[in-house]
């Protein structure tokens, strides 16, 4: 059982170029996060998706555009990278948005250095 | 609005002993509150929830923590550190109201020392 699947682990970007993150889930979640995480800043929430067809901004979307596939996949897409975007970025799913009486289960990251 | 702050983003102890790990909430209604562990070049995984039943909160590796909502705060503790607890955690917040996101504090890295 993977779990939260994110591709690809590592990738070196220039300023200006795009470049798209991919996560799927095998756990037939409904909810489907992307998350950056910087050094003593904890983990912000970029974009969500409460279930599949929908997804919805959350505290530092700027930069970036999302897709939800299917209810499976939830993708992330920087169109125009910038050094502020070097972060490593999580992608977790839930059953229920937010799952308040659960949990919310990552992937492993992808860390994204832009020069 | 809800924020979390983890007072210390290092903790060093030495093996065996008490582990303290601070989290002090601010939210305008009654919480739920996490921990979650983040052990090196992995991803996040819950290490326990509080959820407005007991206050006193066990999670997985002998971790517990307490809700204090006179402090606003949600400590976790662990009676004796194992090197193997060596990991950042992540305290975080919701309130119990669906418009409200997940909230994470800064993270705190603990340290063990043999």
């Known amino acids: 059982n993977a779990g939260v699947t994110q591709t690809p682990k590592f990738q070196v970007l220039k300023t200006g170029q795009s470049m798209t993150l991919q996560c799927a889930q095998d756990m037939n979640h409904n909810s489907m996060y992307w998350y950056r995480q910087d050094p003593g800043m904890g983990l912000r929430l970029i974009y969500y998706s409460a279930s599949e067809g929908t997804t919805d901004k959350g505290e530092v979307p700027n930069g970036y555009n999302v897709s939800r596939l299917n209810k499976r996949e939830f993708s992330l897409r920087l169109e125009s990278a910038a050094p502020s975007q070097t972060s490593v970025y999580f992608c977790a799913s839930s059953e229920a948005r937010w799952n308040l009486a659960g949990e919310l289960f990552f992937g492993e990251g992808s860390r994204l250095t832009v020069l | 609005a809800q924020s979390v702050t983890q007072l210390g983003s290092h903790v060093s102890v030495s093996e065996g002993a008490l582990v303290l790990l601070r989290c002090n909430y601010s939210?305008?209604?009654?919480?739920?509150l996490f921990w979650y562990v983040q052990y090196p070049n992995q991803g996040l995984q819950l290490l326990l929830k509080y959820t407005s039943a007991a206050t006193l909160v066990k999670g997985i590796n002998g971790f517990e923590a307490e809700f204090k909502k006179s402090e606003t705060s949600f400590h976790l503790t662990k009676p004796s550190a194992h090197m193997s607890d060596a990991a950042e955690y992540f305290c975080a917040v919701i309130q119990n109201n669906a418009g409200n996101m997940l909230t994470f504090g800064g993270g705190t890295r603990l340290m063990v020392k043999p």
């Open positions: 939210s305008s209604v009654p919480p739920y």
